[in-house]
Each structure stands twice: as structure tokens, then as C-alpha cells.
């Protein structure tokens, strides 16, 4: 079958895509134990408030007539959990979950171009950071990238380490040289004539991982099992679509319970995956901003600022929800309409950095962040 560009595009695309990085730790080493970062970004605004609502507020209930949850899963005294969160439940219980409440990154926006942006370079003006924070981070750690991208293109959260392969990994014995090198030349045509065929050589050189199939569960299970191995990777970043909900955003069920529940299968199959490993593993969360309080005339919501950082893993001090909670009456929100942000979520991906990278917090803060005052939650949230 010839397979052009299009096609190729076509089949690298999935409902969740998944990339490797950070081998910097020989099988061999005489260092401390490896431990694993792993990041799920949530594109489209990630409605915090139907992931993880508040225990009986008449506003929450009254802006919310038609997309509120009558059934829910128990989390503490004043947060509820939606129902289709059953392994992040089930992870709770064991004291393997978290999340942080009404935070967001310091961006006031509503464009999902400039906010998607923002989340993954760390900065406060859209493009003007080529690199992004959790790649940054890997550089300080000194973390060899060697990165393995399984979608196009490589996303801009870990670029900033060198040795990261921006294109879909394909074996060298399924494609013409001449059409391999003709797809990596429409999507990476900055490169000079002779970069594109040393990248072509890594493409065909490079072990292929076999994923079972592209879909969000299978791709999981391929993360944990190469996460779990001593001289794996150490930070695997996952995309998942389609929580920018205008219309139809439902309750128990519907258009954003569906990606919660992709979300929710993710931690699932990296539980199962990595086996003893998830006692050394951090993931968390990440998305542009939240959604409106206030439902719409299509039962859906609008672009909003704060939402919620879902974590798990064993490297969690416990389960809880971290927050400063700011209330939801009309004074207390952004703008008259948005759940308000109190905590910076930079501060939650600089101290998970801090944990899994064993960096000085006020190194990332001055050299990945770019000098910006955070806040220290090391303590707070993780072990050790």
C-alpha cells in the first residue's frame, strides 16, 4: 500500500497519544533509586468542577441544573468525585491519589491556541518560550532525552533536551527511504537537507516498540512496561482530546465524562503496567484552563480559568484535596463566572520536578521557570 503524507499523519494519530523521554540513568549506576514523571495534558479546558465537585453548594447546584452529577463517588467532607473515575477512586483508597483544586496556570485568557501554549512552555507570553518546562526540567537534571514520540509532533512541554526524536517512530523495513524522508521533510522543513538524513538513519536504526494497538489503554500498558525497566525512561507525556465541552458536556455521562473516563483508563493500565515501579511513579495532570460555572443555553459550558491537577501515584504524601478554596458566589468568582485560581499550578509541576528529579526547588524555580516566585508544595504533596 503506498502511504503518503496524509495517510501517514492519519495513522499516527490517536485518541491519546504517548512520548518517551529521560534515560539518564545506566542500568547499572550506582545512584538512587529511578523514578518515574508522567504527564497526561487534557486539551480543551478540563472542567475541574465536574471532575471533582463540591459537597453542597447551592450555587454549584443552581448554575448547574442540567449538567450537575446525581451520582457521585465519596471522597472526603467537602469533595465528591465523578463516577467515572473509578480507578482514581480505587487509587484513593490505597492513599495513591490526589489532586489539587482551583488552580490553574497565570493565564486569564480564554484562547485554547495561546492557553495550550502557556501550559506547556511555562511562560506568561504566548510564544515567546521555544522550549517547555518539563523539558527544561530534564535539562537541569541532566537527563539524556532520547525521546520517543508515538504521534506527531512531538509536544512542545519537553522540548529543551537534546536527543528528542520529534516524529512517529516507523520501522525501516515498511516504507521507501525516499517517501520516510519526504514525510519528515513536510513536517520538520527547518532542518537542513543533510540533518533530515541523519534523522531519517535514527528513524530506521531505532528499536521499535511494539504497542499492541494505538488505542489510550494499549498505549498505557506500553508506557508502564517500559517506565518499570531499570534503564527505561523516566518521564512519559500522554495527550488526550476533547474536553472543550460548548455543547452536550453531560453529567454521569456524556462528552466529558468520555474523556474522563480515557483519562481514568490511563491510570488503570499504568498501575497494572508497572507493577512495583507505581510505588515510584508520579502523574499528574495537566490543561489549559477550566470551564464556566454557569452552564449554557446547550447544556454545555464556555472557556473558564481554574480547574483541578489530578495526581497518582506512590510517590504522593497522601490522598487529599490541596486547596485554597475560594467559593463559588458570584463575588468570589474570576470575572463574575469562573471558579477562581489560588494556587499557581506551576508550583504543583516545579515540586513534583523537585520529587522525581532530586532538584534544589529554587533551581527550578530560577532556571526552569524563569525566576518566577512559586510556591514550595514538596512537602505538602509528595514524599521524599
Known sequence: ????????????????????????????????????????????GMDGLTAIPIKGDKNYEKLRSEIKL???????SDFELHPVLKNFKDLWDQNLSAAVHATNIPYTGRSHFDGQNLMESGGKIPYEIQTGWLGRGMKLANLKGDGLALSLPMPLLIRGIDKNDNYFPVRGDTLPEKEILEIIRDNYSENSEKELYELLN?????????????????????????????????????????????????????????????????????????????????????????????????NGTEHGYASAVLMAGGLLKKSQIYTDWPGLKKKELFEGRDLNSTIDARSVYASAMSTVFDLDFKRIEKDVFFGDKLQNLSDKLFKA
Do not use: W
Open 1 to 44: 500500500m503506498k502511504i503518503n503524507r496524509r495517510n501517514f499523519l492519519k495513522v499516527s494519530a490517536a485518541a491519546s497519544s504517548l512520548f518517551f523521554t529521560g534515560f539518564g540513568i545506566p542500568a547499572n549506576a550506582n545512584v538512587g533509586k529511578k523514578k518515574n514523571l508522567i504527564i497526561i495534558m487534557l486539551r480543551g
Open 70 to 76: 446525581d451520582k457521585t463517588l465519596s471522597l472526603n
Open 202 to 298: 535514527t528513524v530506521l536504526n531505532r528499536k521499535t516498540i511494539s504497542t499492541g494497538s494505538r488505542h489510550t489503554y494499549s498505549l498505557a500498558l506500553t508506557a508502564g512496561q517500559q517506565l518499570s525497566r531499570k534503564d527505561g525512561p523516566r518521564v512519559a507525556v500522554f495527550e488526550v482530546d476533547g474536553f472543550d465541552t460548548h455543547a452536550a458536556q453531560g453529567g454521569e455521562h456524556g462528552a466529558h465524562a468520555d474523556c474522563l473516563f480515557e483519562t481514568d483508563s490511563i491510570l488503570k493500565a499504568l498501575k497494572t503496567s508497572l507493577g512495583d515501579t507505581f510505588n515510584d511513579t508520579l502523574i499528574l495532570t495537566l490543561t489549559e484552563f477550566g470551564r464556566t460555572i454557569k452552564q449554557n443555553a446547550s
